[in-house]
């Protein structure tokens, strides 16, 4: 099946543990991002990375470290997990240009992360 | 900077129509998009719309307004299935690279 596909889905882990996220996509896109969801439901980038390039990288503690080996793959390392990184990521692909005006993204089905 | 405003939460019946707004400020524009997230789920991508006017797919339409700063996605005929939070989302092309910027999501509720 063509998809964005992260694991794992489920993530319960103890503060100030590190934890990574993995994703993949096989839509030949070029373009892949981490989202972060928090409990109120508000989606919000955290990186963008374009043919293995970082090309977005909002205010984000530098605990979180992406990692594109190639364009089909974008993990997400935490270090040092907090409370307030509990949430749900998201990565997602789509293929795009700096020119381009659609920008329709395809998700992958969420990691849940919680930090007790 | 951008601020995209959309409500809560609403509630329709079976069968009704349900109109979602968005409004945003924007530093720019190069398109705004609606996405369908079910609870648990992947958002998925419903309509986008750069230019003034209606875009109809289905029982979806998606109206924008460029001078208003303004947005509606019309739901009709609506099913059980359509209970969802439905994101408004923007593309700002002074942003680095046009990155996308939801707005928090309104909470559709469909009662029978």
């Known amino acids: 099946d063509t998809a964005v596909s992260q694991t794992p889905k489920y993530l319960v882990t103890q503060m100030g543990n590190d934890k990574s996220i993995k994703c993949e996509q096989n839509l030949g896109h070029d373009t892949m991002y981490w989202y972060k969801q928090d409990s109120k439901k508000f989606l919000k980038i955290m990186f963008s990375?374009?043919?293995?390039?970082?090309?977005i990288n909002e205010t984000v503690p530098n605990r979180f470290s992406p990692k594109s080996p190639d364009k089909a793959h974008l993990n997400l390392h935490i270090n040092s997990l907090e409370l307030g990184d509990s949430a749900v990521y998201f990565c997602?692909?789509?293929?795009?240009?700096?020119?381009?005006?659609?920008?329709?993204?395809?998700f992958g089905a969420g990691s849940r992360l919680t930090v007790l | 900077g951008q601020n995209i405003d959309q409500p809560t939460e609403m509630t329709a019946t079976e069968g009704a129509i349900v109109q979602i707004n968005c409004t945003y400020q924007?530093?720019?524009?190069?398109?705004l998009f609606w996405y369908q997230q079910h609870a648990g789920e992947a958002p998925t991508f419903l309509s986008y719309n750069v230019l003034d006017g209606l875009e109809e797919k289905g029982r979806f339409s998606s109206f924008l307004s460029r001078s208003k700063g303004y947005s509606y996605l019309l739901l009709k005929e609506l099913q059980m299935k359509d209970s969802a939070s439905y994101l408004c989302a923007v593309r700002d092309p002074t942003d680095s690279w046009g990155k996308l910027q939801f707005g928090a999501g309104t909470q559709v509720v469909v009662t029978p």
């Open positions: 997602a692909s789509s293929q795009e240009s700096v020119d381009s005006g659609a920008n329709v993204l395809t």
């Open positions: 990375y374009n043919n293995k390039e970082l090309i």
């Open positions: 924007t530093s720019g524009f190069n398109g």
